[in-house]
């Protein structure tokens, strides 16, 4: 009677963040690239405007930016080089972050100066950052999109009260701060509490806690 070999095992596949890992040279370079000529476009914008709040803004903005740019090309060449589970999760969690941060700082420095679509764009980029097209979603992602939250959430209902209190304060930064700032600070909160609950019912990825001495 003729032997029939045994079916292979079904492995699942690996998540998102592994298959991110640059396995190639200039893979590494297009994330760094993308925040470098953001920070370049916020140190241009700074010098257009006639106010010094808004060179502050845009200064500031382009020297968080930057760094990230360094960020991401440290990690990434370090991912690229080493191929290891280790390597990757640290390049996801750099890459998480830095998207975080940036959004962050759109929306905030566009409230700040009174820019309308500026904070709508940084708002509406937290929903692919909270539920990114991958294979799974990490507990550690859920809880940087939370704190995230909650910081941005703090500074958008802040500068809702100091445009309800702050007496000669500029129209166009007094409309901005307190209505959308308001808006824009309860929605966030919202986010926090729904990505807080996510987290403690995501369980952690066993590739960081078997593999590498990772752990979440």
């Known amino acids: 009677m003729d032997t029939r070999a045994e079916d292979p095992v079904d492995e699942a596949p690996p998540p998102g963040w592994v298959l991110d890992t640059p396995t190639r ?50 990690a990434g060449r370090t991912a690229y080089d080493e191929q290891t589970i280790a390597a990757s999760w640290r390049l996801h969690v750099v890459r998480m972050v830095v998207g975080v ?28 950052l909270s539920f990114r097209l991958a294979r799974s979603v990490p507990r550690t992602d859920r809880v940087i999109v939370a704190w995230a939250s909650v910081s941005l959430a703090v500074a ?49 990825d066993p590739l960081l806690t078997d593999r590498d001495g990772v752990d979440t």
């Open 101 to 128: 941060t940036t959004t962050s700082i759109i929306a905030v420095g566009s409230l700040v100066v009174g820019f309308p679509l500026g904070w709508f764009f940084g708002a509406a980029a937290w929903v692919p």
């Open 156 to 204: 958008c209902l802040a500068l809702s009260v100091v445009g309800s209190t702050v007496p000669d304060l500029p129209q166009r930064f007094s409309v901005m701060w307190i209505g959308p700032g308001a808006i824009l600070g309860a929605l966030l909160l919202a986010m926090a509490v729904v990505q807080f609950a996510l987290a403690e019912r995501t369980p952690p």
């Open 25 to 74: 040279h200039r893979e590494v370079w297009k994330l760094p690239a993308c925040a470098a000529a953001l920070a370049v476009l916020f140190a241009l914008l700074g010098t257009q405007f006639g106010e010094t709040l808004g060179l502050v803004v845009c200064v500031t903005c382009a020297v968080v930016v930057a760094a990230g740019a360094v960020a991401l090309a440290v």
